[in-house]
């Protein structure tokens, strides 16, 4: 039995929790408010502000985990090199966490260094130098902030209108105290993958079938395993994930998105961690979910393959208000969908547009269709309210 410290105690790390347990490891889950998702199923917590080094320091000190699991962004990342200097194993590695929670590091990662396609790009620190990228770029743009997670300060430029608008908001969303957004040219994009990739310490990477998904707002609103493509294609994603991730170093799954365009594959982003959109795979599309094998990956046991059993899709399930206590109808309507399950998060509190649970649905490979699938778990994920 080893002991993991969770530092992210969100609905992804509520199922990572799950599957540990069920192999028998013990997770202390942190976060910055207590009652937090993944905290209800570990078997410790402990409430801090993990921007804060000196506290992220002290409960590394007393939990003395054998490995420290980041879920989240807004963490002092760059302590995760002396805790692997003290001897602590930090997942995937100090260096995959410190560029992968920052968009400048991995984008001039995999632009400049490994030479993947990317959007265009350029960075701005205020709103006088976002003017001045928008220009070099061009509009339509995208605009995000270096660390943020779930589409938080996100936002397209269309007019000369929207840029102070969009720094304003990028402020807002920021998560930890880094000020400064990329500035993306728009793709035209014909569709947008995730692509699952699981590095293991025997050095063998795998990669599940691609998972398609749709966004608002930035954040992802329905996804759906596999996605349809060409191998060819494919295979290029493939050649592109394991470039960046072994450059990264370290084990783990890692949420690889790309776009991808009539020329060609276009490098987007990447988490060093389970992925939202890889929720899909709580549908049991896979031998194993997306947070078993980040387990796996994690305490060192080797995954031989990854099949996929079976297609399926994931819906979100939203709060309209913000609100302190929370309620949900139309459960029953959906428990009684056939090929269907659901997940709600226990999260305390609501906001607009927080996800609070998720709708899988699912068919077989061979009489099912990929469609129908995600237009039932989007239609009955919209019968569940949250109140």
């Not at 749709?214 to 470039?243: C, I, N």
């Amino acid at each position: 039995m080893t002991k993991i410290l969770l530092l992210g105690s969100g609905e992804l790390g509520k199922e990572f929790v799950i599957a540990a347990q069920r192999i028998g490891q013990t997770v202390i889950a942190v976060d910055s408010y207590p009652n937090a998702p993944a905290m209800q199923v570990a078997h410790l917590s402990e409430v801090i502000n993990m921007l804060d080094g000196e506290a992220l320091d002290t409960i590394v000190a007393k939990h003395n985990p054998d490995y420290i699991v980041p879920e989240i962004e807004a963490i002092r990342t760059e302590r995760f090199y002396e805790y692997e200097k003290q001897g602590y194993t930090v997942i995937p590695s100090a260096k995959a966490a410190n560029f992968t929670m920052n968009r400048k590091a991995i984008r001039d990662l995999a632009a400049k260094d490994l030479g993947l396609k990317t959007a265009q790009y350029r960075y701005a620190t205020s709103a006088a130098s976002l003017h001045k990228a928008v220009a070099e770029i061009g509009m339509p743009c995208v605009v995000k902030p270096l660390m943020s997670s779930s589409g938080k300060g996100q936002s397209t430029i269309k007019t000369e209108a929207d840029i102070d608008k969009a720094w304003t908001y990028s402020q807002e969303g920021s998560r930890g105290d880094v000020a400064e957004v990329i500035v993306e040219a728009f793709v035209n994009f014909n569709y947008e993958i995730t692509l699952l990739t699981l590095t293991q310490r025997n050095g063998n990477t795998l990669f599940c079938a691609p998972i398609g998904h749709r966004q608002e707002r930035g954040d992802y609103q329905e996804s759906w395993q596999p996605a349809t493509m060409k191998d060819a294609v494919l295979q290029e994603a493939q050649q592109m994930a394991a470039k960046v991730t072994n450059a990264l170093t370290g084990a783990g799954i890692w949420g690889v998105e790309f776009f991808v365009a009539d020329d060609g594959v276009y490098f987007s982003e990447l988490s060093p961690r389970p992925h939202d959109t890889g929720m899909v795979t709580l549908a049991n599309t896979q031998n194993f979910n997306q947070f078993e094998l980040h387990v796996r990956a994690v305490i060192g046991l080797p995954i031989s393959e990854i099949t996929l059993e079976r297609m399926g899709a994931s819906a979100v399930v939203l709060a309209s208000k913000e609100s302190d206590t929370v309620s949900y109808s139309g459960l029953e309507a959906v428990s009684e969908a056939s090929k269907t399950d659901f997940r709600i998060f226990g999260k305390p509190t609501t906001r607009p547009y927080r996800r609070m649970g998720v709708v899988v649905a699912y068919d077989s490979l061979s009489e099912g269709n990929i469609s129908e699938v995600t237009q039932k778990a989007k239609d009955l994920a919209a019968k569940i309210k949250v109140h």
